[in-house]
């Protein structure tokens, strides 16, 4: 409209009948106040919180007497741009990357990791394996629907009390397995925990091979119908697999029988071979693992 004013040299009037607009429009002046006092509050508070979205921050702002339509503050949260960025990736536990010494006796070595499956009704639930690298002896298997960090961590105990403390623990970057309270119960009980490199689980292959022989000779073979059924069969299958069934990589001995050869061997154990050459940045090579 101040263009044609300006162009044509017409009146406001004249100009605002050409385009079909109305003057009290053209004429109005917004009485909103710039809300100086309210954006600063927030920048400080976003600066303070920086994880928190516009909801926490809104409630919190109230909390200190500052009333505002929710509505309104969304507007200006957005016009400061003080959304929260999504993360690319969640933050993994680094644990230990010095090559991994080949086990030489019991309880230098075990690997945990995740077996799922799933109930004749199609609820899911879950087996936490614990093996034994040495003797491939079955140590745990723990099911249940929901299995946390602290009842991983509880597990371990209850192991560690049936026979000793091992020197280092393996397993992948679950969420689970890098929890505070595995970190913690890995500090508490100095015990050295191994993480895999992410979307390699060739690096714990004797756990890999561990599920796929307890899948085939026994999930695969029992339709499951209720959690208590499901802890008998694999306490069954557990007591089997360690005390009869016969495993190639032992030379046809079972692992109760590597077990008891290996406990009836007191030197080994203290010296394993390193199956790369550990870096010299903060590392011992050759570091001994006692049982």
């Known amino acids: ?28 002046r917004s009485q909103r106040s710039d809300d100086a006092g309210i954006r600063e509050q927030m920048r400080a ?20 007497g500052v009333s505002i339509n ?21 933050k993994r536990a680094l644990g230990t990357r010095s090559p991994m010494a080949i086990p030489q006796g019991r309880n230098q070595r075990w690997s945990l990791d995740f077996v799922s ?11 936490l394996a614990v093996v034994d690298d040495f003797t491939r002896e079955c140590l745990a298997l723990v099911a249940d629907t929901s299995i946390s960090g602290l009842r991983v961590a ?51 292959g004797l756990i890999e091979s561990f599920n796929a022989r307890l899948r085939d000779e026994c999930l695969n073979e029992t339709i499951f119908t209720s959690l208590t059924q499901a802890r008998s069969v694999l306490a069954a299958w557990r ?11 032992l030379g046809n001995k079972t692992p109760a029988e590597m077990a008891a ?12 071979s390193p199956v790369a050459i550990t870096p010299t940045h903060g590392h011992q090579q050759g570091r001994r693992l006692y049982s």
């Open 1 to 28: 409209m101040a263009y044609l004013e300006e162009l044509f040299e017409v009146s406001q009037r004249r100009a605002c009948d050409v385009l079909g607009v109305d003057r009290t429009t053209v004429r109005y």
């Open 45 to 64: 508070l976003a600066a303070e919180r920086r994880r928190f979205g516009y909801r926490r921050l809104h409630w919190l702002l109230g909390r200190e």
């Open 70 to 90: 929710h509505k309104k503050f969304r507007r200006l949260y957005r016009e400061e741009k003080l959304q929260v960025r999504r993360r690319g990736g969640r």
């Open 117 to 127: 499956d799933a109930f004749a009704c199609g609820r899911g639930f879950r087996i």
């Open 154 to 204: 509880r597990e371990l105990d209850w192991a560690i009390a049936e026979r000793s403390r091992p020197a280092m623990v393996v397993s992948d970057n679950g969420t689970e397995l890098t929890s505070m309270a595995i970190l913690r119960w890995s500090k508490e009980r100095d015990v050295e925990w191994h993480y895999i490199a992410p979307g390699k689980p060739q690096q714990n």
């Open 239 to 249: 007591h089997d697999y360690n005390n009869h069934r016969p495993h190639s990589s």
């Open 261 to 272: 050869l290996a406990s009836g061997q007191p030197g080994w154990g203290l010296t394993p």
